[in-house]
């Protein structure tokens, strides 16, 4: 395993950090999109909880969750637990929104939350702006969705927060030295199985009737859980922050794009007027500088 784990990050060095970026960008919504489709076959949480199961399963054999809590402190352990019922509440959150609303307007509503931090992280005008605009953008988007369905709205401002509970908390973790990135998640998506268990189980043994619906649900977790977070730490350890940052511009229009393709949700001009607003104030926001640890 050690060799096949040294082959791959030879493999993985020779190919330009964007590249690894634009894999992300494109996985990091085509797993929901097709989440979606599965929605009235399985159900909204059976599906999420599906998701967290394979990817959990996934990695286990390599991150080996049991050894990570085992080995962590209390305060570390304490950070873990939070760390994995975020993830399982954010999976379940997101996907009830995408249930209601166009994965574009899902999409702008979590990036606002990620230039807040941002904002929290180094303030300055240039943040204030960026985080104007974007709520601007988002705002567009909104439009008369606020009367026609304030319970997807909900769901989606939820996910939006718990996303920055998700960036803060891991990042508190990193303070720690809590292992690596992916350790992290393994523990994570170990301590998330257990919590949606009771929520999702019910609607997800549907699919354990047909093979396909399985295949496919297994596949929404590989594309949303597995696939992008693995390119995210290859594009993340090769770039700098900064530009990091900046390609964070590109997955509202990421999530549209797929949106048309995948589940015909045809983006009106207003909405993509709103769009290129998130994307602008995701592209000039500036990140706060990273801390030593």
């Given at each position: 395993?050690?060799?096949?784990?040294?082959?791959?990050?030879?493999?993985?060095?020779?190919?330009?950090?964007?590249?690894?970026?634009?894999?992300?960008?494109?996985?990091?919504?085509?797993?929901?999109?097709?989440?979606?489709?599965?929605?009235?076959?399985?159900?909204?949480?059976?599906v999420?909880?599906?998701?967290?199961?394979?990817?959990?399963?996934?990695?286990?054999?390599?991150?080996?969750?049991?050894?990570?809590?085992?080995?962590a402190?209390?305060?570390?352990?304490?950070?873990?637990?939070?760390?994995?019922?975020c993830?399982a509440?954010?999976?379940?959150?997101?996907?009830?929104?995408?249930?209601?609303?166009?994965i574009?307007?899902v999409a702008?509503?979590?990036?606002?939350?990620?230039?807040g931090?941002?904002?929290?992280g180094l303030?300055?005008?240039?943040?204030?702006?960026?985080?104007?605009?974007?709520?601007?953008?988002?705002?567009?988007?909104?439009?008369?969705?606020?009367?026609?369905?304030?319970?997807?709205?909900?769901?989606?401002?939820?996910?939006?927060?718990?996303?920055?509970t998700?960036?803060?908390?891991?990042?508190?973790?990193?303070?720690?030295?809590?292992?690596?990135?992916?350790?992290?998640?393994?523990?994570?998506?170990?301590?998330?199985?257990?919590?949606?268990?009771?929520?999702?189980?019910?609607?997800?043994?549907?699919?354990?009737?047909?093979?396909?619906?399985?295949?496919?649900?297994?596949?929404?977790?590989?594309?949303?859980?597995?696939?992008?977070?693995?390119c995210?730490?290859?594009a993340?350890?090769?770039?700098?922050?900064?530009?990091?940052?900046?390609?964070?511009?590109?997955?509202?229009?990421?999530?549209?794009?797929?949106?048309?393709?995948v589940?015909?949700?045809?983006?009106?001009?207003?909405?993509?007027?709103?769009?290129?607003?998130?994307?602008?104030?995701?592209?000039?926001?500036?990140?706060a500088?990273e801390?030593?640890?």
């Amino acid at each position: 395993m050690m060799a096949q784990a040294l082959t791959f990050s030879r493999i993985a060095d020779k190919v330009p950090p964007h590249a690894w970026f634009a894999v992300s960008a494109v996985f990091h919504y085509l797993g929901p999109a097709f989440a979606v489709l599965l929605f009235p076959h399985v159900g909204v949480l059976g599906v999420a909880w599906l998701r967290i199961a394979s990817a959990a399963a996934i990695f286990a054999p390599v991150t080996r969750p049991w050894r990570t809590l085992a080995r962590a402190d209390r305060h570390t352990r304490r950070l873990l637990l939070a760390f994995g019922v975020c993830l399982a509440a954010m999976n379940c959150s997101f996907y009830l929104a995408l249930d209601r609303l166009p994965i574009s307007l899902v999409a702008a509503i979590e990036f606002v939350g990620t230039i807040g931090v941002a904002l929290y992280g180094l303030r300055s005008r240039r943040n204030v702006a960026a985080l104007a605009v974007a709520v601007a953008g988002t705002f567009l988007l909104i439009d008369v969705k606020w009367s026609s369905d304030p319970a997807g709205l909900g769901w989606a401002f939820l996910n939006g927060a718990l996303f920055v509970t998700y960036i803060v908390l891991g990042h508190r973790l990193a303070r720690a030295g809590a292992s690596d990135g992916v350790t992290n998640l393994g523990a994570a998506m170990a301590i998330a199985f257990l919590f949606v268990l009771p929520f999702g189980f019910g609607e997800a043994i549907a699919a354990f009737s047909s093979p396909l619906l399985l295949a496919a649900a297994v596949g929404v977790g590989i594309c949303s859980s597995v696939i992008p977070y693995i390119c995210d730490q290859l594009a993340m350890s090769r770039l700098p922050r900064a530009s990091f940052a900046l390609l964070l511009s590109l997955l509202p229009v990421t999530a549209t794009v797929i949106g048309v393709i995948v589940l015909a949700q045809f983006p009106s001009p207003t909405d993509i007027l709103g769009i290129m607003l998130v994307v602008s104030g995701v592209a000039i926001h500036k990140p706060a500088p990273e801390t030593a640890h």
